[in-house]
Protein backbone atom coordinates (compact mmCIF):
# COMPACT_ATOMS: atom_id res chain seq x y z
CA UNK A 1 0.00 0.00 0.00
CA UNK A 2 1.40 3.49 -0.83
CA UNK A 3 2.88 5.60 2.29
CA UNK A 4 0.00 8.99 2.53
CA UNK A 5 1.47 11.77 3.12
CA UNK A 6 0.54 15.42 4.00
CA UNK A 7 2.43 18.45 2.57
CA UNK A 8 1.15 21.81 4.39
CA UNK A 9 1.61 24.50 2.15
CA UNK A 10 0.59 25.19 -1.57
CA UNK A 11 3.83 27.74 -2.53
CA UNK A 12 6.59 26.51 -4.87
CA UNK A 13 8.29 24.21 -1.97
CA UNK A 14 5.02 22.31 -0.87
CA UNK A 15 3.79 21.61 -4.54
CA UNK A 16 7.31 20.64 -6.10
CA UNK A 17 7.99 18.33 -3.17
CA UNK A 18 4.29 16.68 -3.49
CA UNK A 19 5.07 16.29 -7.26
CA UNK A 20 8.77 14.39 -6.44
CA UNK A 21 7.15 12.69 -3.71
CA UNK A 22 4.33 11.70 -5.88
CA UNK A 23 6.45 10.37 -8.84
CA UNK A 24 8.22 8.30 -6.09
CA UNK A 25 4.98 6.19 -5.21
CA UNK A 26 3.66 7.90 -2.29
CA UNK A 27 -0.39 9.43 -2.08
CA UNK A 28 0.26 13.02 -0.94
CA UNK A 29 -2.31 15.57 0.21
CA UNK A 30 -1.46 19.24 0.45
CA UNK A 31 -3.30 21.35 3.08
CA UNK A 32 -3.15 25.09 2.72
CA UNK A 33 -5.35 28.31 3.46
CA UNK A 34 -6.08 28.41 -0.47
CA UNK A 35 -5.76 26.88 -3.55
CA UNK A 36 -2.70 28.19 -5.24
CA UNK A 37 -4.08 29.11 -8.75
CA UNK A 38 -7.20 31.10 -7.32
CA UNK A 39 -5.80 33.31 -5.00
CA UNK A 40 -3.80 36.11 -6.16
CA UNK A 41 -2.84 39.16 -4.88
CA UNK A 42 -2.22 37.64 -0.57
CA UNK A 43 1.81 39.03 -0.37
CA UNK A 44 1.82 36.73 2.25
CA UNK A 45 2.00 33.89 0.02
CA UNK A 46 5.07 34.97 -1.73
CA UNK A 47 4.81 31.76 -4.10
CA UNK A 48 2.16 34.04 -5.75
CA UNK A 49 5.20 36.67 -6.81
CA UNK A 50 8.59 35.25 -7.52
CA UNK A 51 10.87 36.89 -9.78
CA UNK A 52 11.92 33.26 -10.04
CA UNK A 53 15.58 33.52 -11.13
CA UNK A 54 17.25 30.52 -10.44
CA UNK A 55 19.69 31.74 -8.42
CA UNK A 56 20.88 31.95 -4.38
CA UNK A 57 19.92 35.26 -3.16
CA UNK A 58 18.95 36.24 0.42
CA UNK A 59 18.92 32.94 1.49
CA UNK A 60 21.15 31.15 4.54
CA UNK A 61 22.07 27.42 5.15
CA UNK A 62 25.76 25.78 5.78
CA UNK A 63 24.70 23.00 2.40
CA UNK A 64 23.36 25.93 0.42
CA UNK A 65 25.87 25.04 -2.63
CA UNK A 66 24.78 21.31 -2.43
CA UNK A 67 20.81 21.96 -2.63
CA UNK A 68 21.25 24.26 -5.40
CA UNK A 69 23.73 21.96 -7.22
CA UNK A 70 20.79 19.45 -7.05
CA UNK A 71 17.70 21.57 -7.57
CA UNK A 72 19.84 22.89 -11.04
CA UNK A 73 20.33 19.01 -12.13
CA UNK A 74 16.52 18.90 -12.00
CA UNK A 75 15.92 21.88 -13.49
CA UNK A 76 18.14 20.58 -16.53
CA UNK A 77 15.92 17.96 -16.63
CA UNK A 78 13.02 19.80 -16.74
CA UNK A 79 13.97 22.39 -19.54
CA UNK A 80 15.46 19.21 -21.66
CA UNK A 81 12.17 17.88 -21.76
CA UNK A 82 10.72 21.73 -22.48
CA UNK A 83 8.50 21.64 -19.46
CA UNK A 84 6.08 24.85 -19.34
CA UNK A 85 7.76 28.26 -18.65
CA UNK A 86 11.48 26.40 -17.80
CA UNK A 87 13.69 29.37 -19.80
CA UNK A 88 17.73 29.52 -19.73
CA UNK A 89 18.73 32.83 -20.66
CA UNK A 90 22.46 35.18 -20.34
CA UNK A 91 21.97 36.66 -17.17
CA UNK A 92 25.00 39.79 -15.66
CA UNK A 93 25.10 40.22 -12.25
CA UNK A 94 26.92 43.66 -12.40
CA UNK A 95 28.36 45.90 -9.43
CA UNK A 96 29.67 49.49 -9.21
CA UNK A 97 32.43 48.48 -6.67
CA UNK A 98 34.34 45.58 -6.18
CA UNK A 99 32.40 42.33 -5.39
CA UNK A 100 33.53 38.89 -5.37
CA UNK A 101 31.37 37.86 -2.76
CA UNK A 102 29.94 34.85 -3.73
CA UNK A 103 30.97 30.92 -3.76
CA UNK A 104 28.41 29.32 -6.78
CA UNK A 105 30.73 30.20 -9.54
CA UNK A 106 32.12 25.82 -9.92
CA UNK A 107 28.04 25.25 -10.03
CA UNK A 108 27.00 27.63 -12.67
CA UNK A 109 27.35 27.51 -16.68
CA UNK A 110 29.28 29.72 -18.55
CA UNK A 111 30.54 31.93 -16.28
CA UNK A 112 32.51 34.34 -17.32
CA UNK A 113 33.65 37.73 -15.28
CA UNK A 114 33.65 41.04 -16.46
CA UNK A 115 36.88 41.24 -17.89
CA UNK A 116 36.15 38.38 -20.32
CA UNK A 117 33.20 40.08 -21.38
CA UNK A 118 32.80 41.92 -24.68
CA UNK A 119 29.36 43.11 -23.48
CA UNK A 120 27.43 44.26 -20.40
CA UNK A 121 24.04 46.15 -19.74
CA UNK A 122 25.35 49.67 -18.18
CA UNK A 123 23.98 52.65 -16.34
CA UNK A 124 24.92 55.56 -18.41
CA UNK A 125 26.34 57.65 -15.15
CA UNK A 126 27.33 54.28 -12.97
CA UNK A 127 30.83 52.50 -14.01
CA UNK A 128 30.58 48.88 -13.27
CA UNK A 129 33.72 47.80 -11.68
CA UNK A 130 32.81 44.02 -10.98
CA UNK A 131 30.67 41.69 -12.19
CA UNK A 132 29.80 38.05 -13.75
CA UNK A 133 27.83 36.36 -16.51
CA UNK A 134 26.40 33.03 -16.54
CA UNK A 135 23.63 30.69 -18.29
CA UNK A 136 20.43 30.83 -15.72
CA UNK A 137 17.52 29.14 -15.53
CA UNK A 138 14.50 31.55 -15.01
CA UNK A 139 11.17 29.73 -14.42
CA UNK A 140 8.55 32.13 -16.03
CA UNK A 141 5.86 32.34 -13.64
CA UNK A 142 2.82 32.77 -16.01
CA UNK A 143 3.41 28.98 -17.02
CA UNK A 144 5.69 27.24 -14.69
CA UNK A 145 4.25 27.31 -11.47
CA UNK A 146 0.26 26.72 -12.54
CA UNK A 147 1.59 23.48 -15.13
CA UNK A 148 3.48 22.35 -11.43
CA UNK A 149 0.09 22.85 -9.50
CA UNK A 150 -1.78 20.65 -12.75
CA UNK A 151 1.21 17.88 -12.90
CA UNK A 152 0.00 17.44 -9.57
CA UNK A 153 -3.81 17.30 -9.97
CA UNK A 154 -3.28 15.33 -12.58
CA UNK A 155 -1.31 12.54 -10.81
CA UNK A 156 -4.29 12.20 -8.40
CA UNK A 157 -3.34 14.44 -5.91
CA UNK A 158 -5.50 16.55 -3.55
CA UNK A 159 -5.91 20.07 -2.34
CA UNK A 160 -7.69 20.22 1.31
CA UNK A 161 -8.78 24.11 1.67
CA UNK A 162 -7.51 23.83 5.73
CA UNK A 163 -5.61 26.27 8.06
CA UNK A 164 -3.31 24.17 10.43
CA UNK A 165 -2.22 24.70 13.84
CA UNK A 166 -0.15 23.42 16.65
CA UNK A 167 -3.14 21.75 17.89
CA UNK A 168 -4.48 20.52 14.46
CA UNK A 169 -1.72 18.45 13.61
CA UNK A 170 -3.43 15.28 15.42
CA UNK A 171 -6.39 16.15 13.23
CA UNK A 172 -4.53 15.23 9.96
CA UNK A 173 -4.01 11.34 8.47
CA UNK A 174 -1.21 10.93 6.82
CA UNK A 175 1.85 8.88 8.35
CA UNK A 176 4.13 11.55 7.32
CA UNK A 177 3.92 15.64 7.26
CA UNK A 178 6.06 18.34 5.30
CA UNK A 179 5.74 21.47 6.62
CA UNK A 180 5.80 23.88 3.81
CA UNK A 181 4.11 26.47 5.33
CA UNK A 182 6.66 29.60 4.03
CA UNK A 183 6.11 32.25 6.56
CA UNK A 184 3.22 31.05 8.26
CA UNK A 185 5.85 28.77 10.07
CA UNK A 186 6.70 31.68 12.53
CA UNK A 187 3.49 31.04 13.77
CA UNK A 188 2.65 27.34 12.61
CA UNK A 189 6.07 25.89 14.63
CA UNK A 190 6.37 28.63 17.22
CA UNK A 191 10.10 28.77 17.31
CA UNK A 192 11.23 31.91 15.66
CA UNK A 193 10.77 35.01 17.81
CA UNK A 194 11.55 37.51 15.60
CA UNK A 195 12.14 35.97 11.99
CA UNK A 196 13.65 38.28 9.41
CA UNK A 197 11.41 38.94 6.82
CA UNK A 198 12.55 40.96 3.74
CA UNK A 199 10.15 42.68 2.12
CA UNK A 200 10.25 42.98 -2.04
CA UNK A 201 8.85 45.61 -4.30
CA UNK A 202 7.93 44.65 -7.99
CA UNK A 203 7.06 46.23 -10.99
CA UNK A 204 6.02 44.17 -13.27
CA UNK A 205 5.46 45.62 -17.01
CA UNK A 206 2.88 44.11 -19.08
CA UNK A 207 3.34 43.51 -22.91
CA UNK A 208 7.08 44.87 -23.10
CA UNK A 209 9.12 44.12 -25.77
CA UNK A 210 12.59 41.39 -25.48
CA UNK A 211 15.85 42.27 -24.57
CA UNK A 212 18.30 40.72 -26.20
CA UNK A 213 22.25 41.23 -26.88
CA UNK A 214 24.07 42.28 -29.63
CA UNK A 215 24.62 38.62 -30.86
CA UNK A 216 20.75 38.23 -30.50
CA UNK A 217 20.47 36.08 -26.75
CA UNK A 218 17.53 37.12 -24.07
CA UNK A 219 19.57 39.41 -21.54
CA UNK A 220 18.73 39.74 -17.72
CA UNK A 221 20.49 41.61 -15.15
CA UNK A 222 20.67 42.49 -11.51
CA UNK A 223 22.80 45.67 -10.71
CA UNK A 224 24.15 46.66 -7.33
CA UNK A 225 24.56 50.75 -8.28
CA UNK A 226 26.61 51.26 -4.37
CA UNK A 227 25.63 53.08 -1.19
CA UNK A 228 25.04 56.53 -1.94
CA UNK A 229 22.54 55.77 -4.68
CA UNK A 230 20.20 52.91 -3.42
CA UNK A 231 20.26 51.69 -0.10
CA UNK A 232 17.74 51.27 2.84
CA UNK A 233 16.95 53.65 5.75
CA UNK A 234 20.15 51.80 7.51
CA UNK A 235 22.25 52.11 4.47
CA UNK A 236 22.27 48.40 3.38
CA UNK A 237 22.93 48.20 -0.03
CA UNK A 238 19.98 47.24 -2.77
CA UNK A 239 20.32 45.91 -6.24
CA UNK A 240 17.66 46.17 -9.22
CA UNK A 241 17.28 43.86 -11.58
CA UNK A 242 15.23 42.84 -15.32
CA UNK A 243 14.03 39.45 -16.10
CA UNK A 244 12.10 39.28 -19.27
CA UNK A 245 9.57 36.82 -19.38
CA UNK A 246 7.92 35.47 -22.47
CA UNK A 247 5.85 38.77 -22.57
CA UNK A 248 6.77 40.91 -19.91
CA UNK A 249 9.29 42.07 -17.36
CA UNK A 250 10.00 41.17 -13.95
CA UNK A 251 11.93 44.95 -12.61
CA UNK A 252 13.11 44.73 -8.66
CA UNK A 253 14.33 45.19 -6.27
CA UNK A 254 14.00 46.03 -2.57
CA UNK A 255 14.98 43.83 0.57
CA UNK A 256 13.39 46.33 2.94
CA UNK A 257 14.40 44.36 6.29
CA UNK A 258 11.22 43.71 9.14
CA UNK A 259 9.73 40.44 11.25
CA UNK A 260 6.16 39.92 12.22
CA UNK A 261 4.23 40.56 15.08
CA UNK A 262 2.02 38.34 17.03
CA UNK A 263 -0.55 38.47 14.61
CA UNK A 264 1.62 37.46 11.86
CA UNK A 265 1.37 41.16 10.11
CA UNK A 266 4.93 42.22 8.58
CA UNK A 267 6.33 44.90 11.08
CA UNK A 268 9.62 47.44 10.26
CA UNK A 269 11.31 50.29 11.51
CA UNK A 270 12.21 51.32 8.27
CA UNK A 271 9.89 53.78 7.01
CA UNK A 272 10.87 53.97 3.53
CA UNK A 273 9.67 50.29 3.10
CA UNK A 274 6.51 51.76 3.09
CA UNK A 275 6.53 53.43 -0.15
CA UNK A 276 7.52 51.78 -3.54
CA UNK A 277 10.90 52.58 -4.01
CA UNK A 278 11.50 55.10 -6.91
CA UNK A 279 15.07 53.88 -7.70
CA UNK A 280 13.63 50.54 -9.25
CA UNK A 281 11.75 52.23 -11.69
CA UNK A 282 14.14 55.25 -12.30
CA UNK A 283 17.83 52.80 -12.30
CA UNK A 284 16.01 50.27 -14.62
CA UNK A 285 15.01 52.89 -16.73
CA UNK A 286 18.29 54.42 -16.91
CA UNK A 287 20.22 51.09 -18.23
CA UNK A 288 17.57 49.68 -20.05
CA UNK A 289 17.46 52.99 -22.54
CA UNK A 290 21.27 52.99 -22.36
CA UNK A 291 21.93 49.47 -22.97
CA UNK A 292 18.53 48.39 -25.61
CA UNK A 293 17.61 52.20 -26.80
CA UNK A 294 14.05 50.86 -25.43
CA UNK A 295 12.25 53.35 -23.55
CA UNK A 296 10.46 52.48 -20.19
CA UNK A 297 7.59 54.87 -20.73
CA UNK A 298 6.51 53.62 -24.20
CA UNK A 299 4.46 50.68 -21.70
CA UNK A 300 1.52 51.90 -19.92
CA UNK A 301 0.64 48.19 -18.61
CA UNK A 302 1.87 48.28 -15.10
CA UNK A 303 1.42 46.33 -11.98
CA UNK A 304 3.23 47.50 -8.96
CA UNK A 305 3.15 44.59 -6.38
CA UNK A 306 5.38 43.50 -2.66
CA UNK A 307 6.05 40.69 -1.30
CA UNK A 308 7.46 39.24 1.63
CA UNK A 309 10.31 36.42 1.35
CA UNK A 310 10.90 34.60 4.89
CA UNK A 311 14.79 34.60 5.48
CA UNK A 312 14.52 33.12 9.54
CA UNK A 313 17.74 34.77 9.98
CA UNK A 314 21.68 34.52 9.26
CA UNK A 315 22.46 32.05 11.41
CA UNK A 316 18.89 29.48 11.43
CA UNK A 317 18.67 30.03 7.91
CA UNK A 318 16.54 27.65 5.67
CA UNK A 319 15.22 24.65 8.01
CA UNK A 320 15.32 21.42 6.02
CA UNK A 321 15.17 18.94 8.61
CA UNK A 322 13.20 16.33 10.31
CA UNK A 323 11.80 15.94 13.75
CA UNK A 324 11.28 13.16 15.80
CA UNK A 325 7.89 12.99 17.44
CA UNK A 326 5.81 10.13 19.33
CA UNK A 327 3.46 8.95 16.30
CA UNK A 328 4.61 10.26 12.84
CA UNK A 329 7.49 11.74 11.07
CA UNK A 330 7.68 15.44 10.47
CA UNK A 331 10.07 17.26 8.05
CA UNK A 332 10.31 20.97 7.99
CA UNK A 333 11.06 22.55 4.26
CA UNK A 334 10.78 26.87 4.89
CA UNK A 335 12.95 29.77 4.88
CA UNK A 336 13.90 29.87 1.63
CA UNK A 337 14.14 34.00 1.50
CA UNK A 338 14.81 34.76 -1.79
CA UNK A 339 15.27 31.42 -3.47
CA UNK A 340 12.36 29.36 -2.74
CA UNK A 341 11.95 28.74 -6.31
CA UNK A 342 15.47 28.10 -6.77
CA UNK A 343 16.16 25.63 -4.25
CA UNK A 344 12.81 23.94 -4.69
CA UNK A 345 14.03 20.92 -6.08
CA UNK A 346 16.74 20.69 -4.60
CA UNK A 347 14.98 20.77 -1.08
CA UNK A 348 11.88 18.36 -2.13
CA UNK A 349 14.93 16.12 -3.18
CA UNK A 350 16.29 15.91 0.31
CA UNK A 351 12.87 15.39 2.17
CA UNK A 352 12.13 12.51 -0.18
CA UNK A 353 16.05 10.99 1.07
CA UNK A 354 14.74 11.75 4.73
CA UNK A 355 11.57 10.04 4.37
CA UNK A 356 14.10 6.85 2.50
CA UNK A 357 16.04 6.89 5.07
CA UNK A 358 13.59 7.42 8.28
CA UNK A 359 10.85 4.88 7.21
CA UNK A 360 12.60 2.16 4.64
CA UNK A 361 13.32 -0.90 6.42
CA UNK A 362 15.68 -1.93 3.93
CA UNK A 363 19.19 0.34 3.63
CA UNK A 364 18.17 1.76 0.25
CA UNK A 365 18.65 5.15 -0.62
CA UNK A 366 17.52 7.04 -3.90
CA UNK A 367 19.86 9.03 -6.03
CA UNK A 368 19.00 12.33 -8.15
CA UNK A 369 19.53 10.45 -11.39
CA UNK A 370 16.83 7.70 -10.39
CA UNK A 371 14.44 10.25 -9.30
CA UNK A 372 14.93 12.77 -12.19
CA UNK A 373 14.55 9.55 -14.34
CA UNK A 374 11.06 8.52 -12.65
CA UNK A 375 10.10 12.40 -12.35
CA UNK A 376 11.15 13.31 -16.24
CA UNK A 377 8.81 9.88 -17.61
CA UNK A 378 6.04 10.73 -15.68
CA UNK A 379 6.13 14.59 -16.66
CA UNK A 380 6.58 14.30 -20.05
CA UNK A 381 3.44 11.83 -20.33
CA UNK A 382 0.82 15.09 -19.02
C1 LIG B 1 9.85 40.16 -4.52
C2 LIG B 1 10.29 38.72 -4.46
C3 LIG B 1 11.09 38.23 -5.47
C4 LIG B 1 11.52 36.90 -5.42
N1 LIG B 1 12.29 36.41 -6.43
C5 LIG B 1 12.75 35.15 -6.37
C6 LIG B 1 13.60 34.63 -7.40
O1 LIG B 1 13.96 35.33 -8.35
N2 LIG B 1 14.04 33.35 -7.28
C7 LIG B 1 13.70 32.55 -6.25
O2 LIG B 1 14.15 31.42 -6.19
N3 LIG B 1 12.90 33.01 -5.26
C8 LIG B 1 12.42 34.29 -5.29
N4 LIG B 1 11.65 34.78 -4.28
C9 LIG B 1 11.42 33.94 -3.10
C10 LIG B 1 10.28 32.96 -3.30
O3 LIG B 1 9.14 33.67 -3.76
C11 LIG B 1 9.97 32.28 -1.97
O4 LIG B 1 11.15 31.78 -1.39
C12 LIG B 1 9.02 31.13 -2.19
O5 LIG B 1 7.87 31.57 -2.88
C13 LIG B 1 8.61 30.50 -0.87
O6 LIG B 1 7.73 29.47 -1.20
P1 LIG B 1 7.11 28.55 -0.11
O7 LIG B 1 6.30 27.55 -0.83
O8 LIG B 1 8.17 28.06 0.81
O9 LIG B 1 6.18 29.52 0.77
P2 LIG B 1 4.86 30.28 0.32
O10 LIG B 1 4.83 30.58 -1.10
O11 LIG B 1 4.71 31.44 1.25
O12 LIG B 1 3.70 29.26 0.59
C14 LIG B 1 3.28 28.92 1.89
C15 LIG B 1 2.03 28.10 1.81
O13 LIG B 1 1.70 27.63 3.11
C16 LIG B 1 0.34 27.93 3.40
N5 LIG B 1 0.21 28.08 4.84
C17 LIG B 1 0.92 28.87 5.67
N6 LIG B 1 0.55 28.66 6.95
C18 LIG B 1 -0.41 27.72 6.91
C19 LIG B 1 -1.20 27.08 7.91
N7 LIG B 1 -1.03 27.36 9.21
N8 LIG B 1 -2.11 26.18 7.52
C20 LIG B 1 -2.29 25.86 6.20
N9 LIG B 1 -1.57 26.45 5.23
C21 LIG B 1 -0.65 27.35 5.57
C22 LIG B 1 0.08 29.21 2.61
O14 LIG B 1 -1.29 29.40 2.47
C23 LIG B 1 0.80 28.85 1.31
O15 LIG B 1 0.00 27.97 0.55
C24 LIG B 1 11.16 36.08 -4.33
C25 LIG B 1 10.36 36.58 -3.33
C26 LIG B 1 9.92 37.90 -3.39
C27 LIG B 1 9.05 38.43 -2.29
Known amino acids: ?????????????????????????????????????????????????????????????????????LSQLFFSKLHEISFAGLTKHEHFELFAFENSAV????????????????????????PIKSGWKFNCFFADWTDYFPKLVHSFVQNNGTFINKTIDLNSY?????????????????????????????????????????????????????FSPGSDIYTDSFGTPFDVYCYPRKDDWILGGSRYKGTLDDQGNWISEDELSQQFPPQIESLN??????????????????????????????????????????????????GHGGAGVTLSWGCAFSVLQMIIKKTEISNTDITPEQALISLANELTKL
Open 1 to 69: MKKKVAVIGAGISGITTAVLLQQSGYEVSVYAHEHPLKETKNPYFSSLFPSASIIPHSVFHPDLNEIFK
Open 103 to 126: DYPPLIDGYETLTDLEWHPKHPDI
Open 170 to 222: ASIDEDIIINCSGLGSAQLINEDKSPLILKGHLLKVNNAVELKSPSGNTVSYN
Open 285 to 334: SEIIKETFGTDLSEFSEKEYQYSYRYVRNRKNGLRIESENTSDRLIIHNY
